[in-house]
């Protein structure tokens, strides 16, 4: 077979393979016979996740599944300040990296030998905190002589509602809602990202957390916002559905950060008329999502929505869309509930749909910005 090398791999292989008088080969560099896209389809990855205030590591292969999924969080540490602080998180990560990693590998019932391919999030997010992570992977990766790859922090939330039983079908809209972004997309095919709308200003996830600030709530605010306007009449106060008059998929949600400012100020802090605020903001942040939602299957025709990132948790933003896609014939998918956070699941299972038997390059390239439409497709099996 001419597409075998001497080693039982590919041509591929047969080419980078190295042989005593040729230099010795770059650890890392070239993939090898245990990561041979041609005889390894489904390599054992091991996933590091750090772009903000969760520390995340991961064990996953196609053929296995699921073999650990650590998170550690930072919230206590950031608590105290109001918010995450980008320094602070960096050197935690750092410090916390090597026990996550531990704590992973025990639970996988696995050792360093046995991982395959290193997957590391390059960004969008704090950037030493992002440089935390890539730098542990690339130097793990070098040090094991397997490849590593560069992952998309937000290509890792929208695959993961593919993580659950229910499966989207390609051609889909994505709506992601983090603390960072707030983006509709259509993916036109696995891995090929159109950018529909976004936001203006302020991200979802920041929208709550910035307003459950001023209501006085803790870091992060977004799930006390929410658990607060559980017990709320949303109807008492109206608010606007911001960019809903005009056509076109964009957001903006910082005008609702001053109306509920105006409404503290003006209707007192009781406890129901708190509950009260936290409800209208929230429902007017959801059916605002819903309307771009619907704009969204009609323009692409897609059945599909997927829904990711940490707001994806959120109880109403579920049954709403749940409710707008049955209106609309279409059907909704969200990720399980413990993959809505910051996890490195969400990064391993991107690196399998996206490795292509090739290494990141060596340098330690992480992106504080980084626009999901410029990725290439991922590479078609063979
Ligand atoms: O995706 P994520 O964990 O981190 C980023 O990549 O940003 O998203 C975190 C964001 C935070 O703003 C948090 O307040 C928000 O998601 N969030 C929620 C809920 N759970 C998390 N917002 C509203 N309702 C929730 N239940
Ligand atoms: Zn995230």
Request: hydrophobic share 40%.
């Amino acid at each position: 077979d001419p597409t075998k090398s001497a080693n039982g791999c590919c041509s591929l292989h047969n080419r980078l393979a190295w042989s005593p008088d040729s230099p010795a080969p770059r650890a890392g560099l070239s993939h090898s016979r245990k990561t041979c896209p041609m005889t390894t389809r489904a390599p054992l990855i091991l996933a590091i996740e750090s772009s903000c205030d969760e520390t995340a590591v991961a064990l996953y292969s196609k053929a296995d599944g699921i073999l650990a999924n650590e998170v550690y969080s930072q919230i206590e540490l950031h608590r105290q300040h109001g918010g995450v602080v980008p320094e602070l998180a960096a050197r935690d990560h750092l410090r916390r990296l090597p026990l996550v990693l531990q704590q992973a590998l025990e639970r996988a019932g696995k050792t360093l030998q046995d991982i395959e391919l290193i997957a590391y999030t390059a960004g969008p997010g704090l950037l030493g905190a992002l440089m935390t992570g890539a730098g542990y992977a690339r130097a793990l990766a070098y040090a094991l002589g397997i490849p590593a790859i560069a992952i998309h922090h937000m290509e890792g939330h929208l695959l993961s509602p593919l993580l659950a039983e229910a499966q989207p079908e390609v051609p889909f809209v994505a709506l992601l809602v983090s603390g960072g972004h707030t983006q509709l997309m259509a993916v036109d095919a696995p891995g090929k990202y159109r950018l529909l709308g976004q936001t203006l200003d302020d991200a979802v996830g920041e929208a709550f957390d910035k307003t459950a600030k001023l209501m006085g709530l803790p870091y992060p605010g977004g799930p006390e916002l929410a658990a607060l306007a559980e017990h709320g009449n949303a109807a008492r106060f109206p608010l606007p559905r911001p960019m809903t008059n005009r056509p076109g998929m964009d957001f903006s949600f910082s005008g609702l950060k001053t109306q509920v400012r105006l409404l503290i100020e003006e209707q007192g802090n009781d406890t129901q008329t708190r509950a009260d605020i936290a409800a209208a903001f929230q429902q007017a942040v959801i059916e605002t999502l819903a309307i771009k939602c619907r704009r969204a299957w009609q323009e692409t025709g897609y059945r599909d929505l997927v829904v990711a990132g940490g707001v994806s948790a959120n109880r109403l933003l579920r049954q709403t869309l749940q409710q707008e896609a049955e209106k609309q014939r279409r059907r909704v998918y969200f990720p399980p509930l413990a993959l809505c956070g910051d996890n490195a699941l969400m990064i391993a299972f991107a690196a399998a749909q996206r490795y292509d038997g090739h290494d990141s390059p060596l340098d330690i390239a992480v992106q504080a910005r980084w626009d999901l439409a410029t990725l290439p497709p991922h590479p078609v099996a063979p």
